[in-house]
């Protein structure tokens, strides 16, 4: 079955199950971990991506989801 573009879905879990199309930002969680920075400031306009990167982010650290390599790009 071929990949949808899941235009408009902000939920990295939702995204990975439903085996949509999406841009890989994985990277962007390697980067921001070895900047050890205190405060990070994320500024984009609107439809690029933030909430879907959090989402991520929250999906990667969160105790809630660990063991589950399936959300794992």
Known sequence: MAKVI???NQ???KIRMNDSF????????RQWWESADDVT???RP????KTLNMSMVE???????AGRG????
Do not use: M, W
Not at 22 to 29: A, E, H, L, P
Not at 59 to 65: H, I, N, Q
């Open 22 to 29: 999406y841009v890989d930002k994985t990277d962007f969680i």
């Open 11 to 13: 939920d990295f879990e």
């Open 59 to 65: 999906k990667f650290f969160s105790v809630e989801y």
């Open 6 to 8: 899941g235009i408009g």
């Open 70 to 73: 399936d959300l794992r790009g």
């Open 46 to 49: 609107g439809r690029f991506g």
């Open 41 to 43: 400031l994320i500024t």
